[in-house]
């Protein structure tokens, strides 16, 4: 024997079977049994289901390849052989056996195979786990992207959708993994949950869908409406009054955010059930369309939004009345937001824990925070959060917004012309206390009165979408649209809601005339008139607006040259609007260029 057999006989012993001793073959677990298996199986002499891998050997534990001491079960005898990687293995090199190492007979060359399995690597406990999460992702979530191309991970099921590093997520995935470990209860480390999410996300192709944040959203391609109530989500298709119930639809749910219940008969309801509402609540009865075409709003996310004030003094009722409103649109594990945040930057922070806002007892807002509520009504991409960290990725957010108070607190122009005040004091609305004792059923009645209602605007808004008469009232131009036909769903005419609004706005339309006296000559010019229509220059508007100038002017702003007034025109026809009164501009600028104030037709029918 030369010095390298001697070296591969040391080294590899099995194959040499000169020099083989019952003590080598138990060392390497190639028991007879094993001899005679390969043979047999390489004679078809038994069947892959029959025979399989034998009782463990005691011998020493560097063990036979594939002979696991794990639970797994062994793999058959003959499926290994029949292993395409593993017949290829007599024909790839083996730099650790020589030429030499050969047992000289046919078994030799199916021991080569057999030992083939070595050739795979052996994962480490860290890729096998990657692995293992890896597998829990593809079984439970799908890939979504946000209008900024982050990363979404959606629950096939639920439809939940979250950053793709959110702690919810990490959190879920650790504890499952533990219970699904069976019998072994092994736990993993944040790091591997993140790198199997890293290797999830980037190795998959996302789908096309943007996921709806909140409780409504609609699909601008198909015009389809989703209102996610929990995990069931109803869809409305255009010119449809019914809806359908679908699991798993892709929506970001905001953190304090509970399921709404929904019930099964729904269909039973009437409209009119909505009614309910006024029974256990102080909310006006003598507002009740507002309030209704409010409450739709505030389920059709791309509506032009309107936030509600709740004036009079804060009252175990108005209270009560409030909550139930947050019940039944956004039920939240708190229904009030105590303070106002102070920052643009800390309202979009709190955006993220409630689809509706609710602030309780709201004494003042500065502009700044106006400009937040009103910013986050509207929609904005905001950074998602947890409670403590950023994520990294932007969610586009849109809001609904109620508080109360004692007067008005609103005072940012744009922000006024898209708020609805509601006076508690009149109220004259029900007994909170007596009028339903099963609070609970009182909330499914409502909500299913409300879902009729909403069908019902679903089906007849392509009559209004359109129509431009509603634009002259500004920011509540779709709560006019909506208004109407709630009205129609409850067999009340069109009219009532008109002078519910007239009566409504008066005293808002009041305290903002007397801080605009163009706005209030140009209203009194047009109540003056015979046709309700003028036409004039801006020049010759001057002059006959001086002889309707209010009294007193504190302020100091009534213009006094035509470009002064041309710019107050500008900053008052959406006041007038509310007023029924459109003022427009006709030809060019200048002190000679036309503008007309006309009283629109439509509000006198």
């Given at each position: ?5 001697q ?12 020099a ?17 298996q ?54 790839t ?72 590093f959110?702690?919810?997520i990490l ?79 892709p ?7 509970f ?110 925070q ?32 109620m ?84 009205a ?50 801006v ?42 009164i ?21 509000r006198?029918?």
């Amino acid at each position: 024997m030369t010095d390298h057999d001697q070296d591969n006989h040391e080294n590899h012993p099995v194959g040499h079977e000169g020099a083989s001793t019952k003590h080598q073959r138990r060392g390497l677990r190639l028991s007879e049994h094993w001899r005679e298996q390969a043979r047999k199986v390489a004679s078809g002499e038994i069947d892959d289901v029959e025979e399989t891998s034998p009782t463990r050997d005691t011998g020493p534990n560097f063990s036979f390849p594939n002979a696991s001491h794990d639970d797994e079960p062994p793999a058959t005898v003959k499926s290994l052989f029949r292993d395409p990687d593993l017949q290829a293995a007599p024909n790839t090199s083996w730099p650790s056996w020589s030429a030499a190492s050969d047992w000289g007979s046919e078994s030799g060359t199916r021991g080569m195979g057999f030992f083939g399995a070595r050739q795979v690597p052996k994962q480490s406990r860290h890729d096998r786990q990657v692995a293992d999460v890896m597998s829990m992702l593809k079984g439970q979530f799908y890939i979504t992207n946000n209008g900024s191309r982050s990363p979404l991970l959606t629950d096939k099921f639920t439809g939940e959708t979250l950053p793709h590093f959110d702690p919810k997520i990490l959190e879920r995935l650790k504890g499952e993994y533990w219970r699904t470990s069976i019998g072994r209860q092994q736990d993993v480390s944040y790091g591997v949950i993140k790198s199997a999410i890293s290797n999830f996300v980037y190795g998959a192709i996302p789908e096309a869908v943007l996921p709806v944040y909140g409780r409504a959203g609609v699909d601008l391609n198909s015009g389809r409406r989703a209102l996610i109530l929990g995990n069931q989500c109803l869809i409305f298709s255009p010119g449809l009054s019914s809806y359908e119930i679908r699991n798993g639809i892709p929506h970001v749910m905001p953190r304090e955010s509970f399921p709404v219940s929904v019930p099964d008969d729904i269909g039973n309801v009437h409209p009119q059930s909505i009614s309910t509402l006024f029974d256990v609540t102080s909310l006006p009865r003598d507002s009740d369309l507002l309030v209704i075409a409010w409450m739709i709003m505030a389920w059709r996310s791309d509506s032009a939004p309107v936030l509600l004030e709740l004036l009079g003094e804060v009252t175990p009722e108005l209270i009560d009345s409030q909550k139930l409103l947050k019940t039944v649109i956004d039920p939240a594990s708190s229904l009030f937001e105590i303070e106002v945040p102070k920052t643009v930057k800390q309202v979009d922070i709190r955006a993220q824990c409630h689809y509706l806002m609710s602030f309780h007892q709201v004494d003042s807002l500065t502009e700044t925070q106006q400009k937040g509520l009103l910013s986050i009504m509207q929609g904005k991409a905001v950074e998602w959060r947890t409670k403590t960290k950023r994520s990294g990725v932007d969610l586009f957010i849109r809001c609904a917004i109620m508080l109360n108070s004692s007067e008005s607190v609103v005072t940012y122009a744009p922000l006024s012309g898209a708020t609805l005040s509601i006076e508690m004091d009149e109220a004259g609305g029900g007994n909170p206390q007596n009028a339903v004792k099963d609070r609970s059923m009182a909330e499914r009645t409502i909500i299913h009165g409300l879902l009729q209602i909403f069908g019902h605007v679903n089906k007849f808004w392509g009559h209004v979408e359109n129509d431009r008469q509603f634009d002259c009232y500004g920011g509540l131009r779709d709560l006019c649209r909506i208004g109407v036909l709630v009205a129609d769903a409850l067999g009340r005419g069109t009219a009532e809601f008109w002078q519910q609004l007239d009566v409504n706005q008066q005293s808002r339309r009041d305290y903002e005339l007397e801080e605009n006296p163009v706005a209030m000559a140009v209203k009194r010019v047009i109540d003056a008139s015979e046709n309700g229509r003028i036409e004039a220059t801006v020049k010759d508007w001057l002059v006959l607006l001086d002889g309707y100038r209010p009294e007193s002017d504190p302020a100091g702003s009534w213009p006094v040259t035509s470009r002064g007034l041309a710019a107050k025109f500008k900053q008052s026809r959406a006041l007038l609007s509310t007023f029924g009164i459109q003022l427009v501009p006709l030809e060019k600028r200048g002190p000679y260029g036309r503008w007309r104030a006309s009283c629109d037709a439509s509000r006198q029918q």
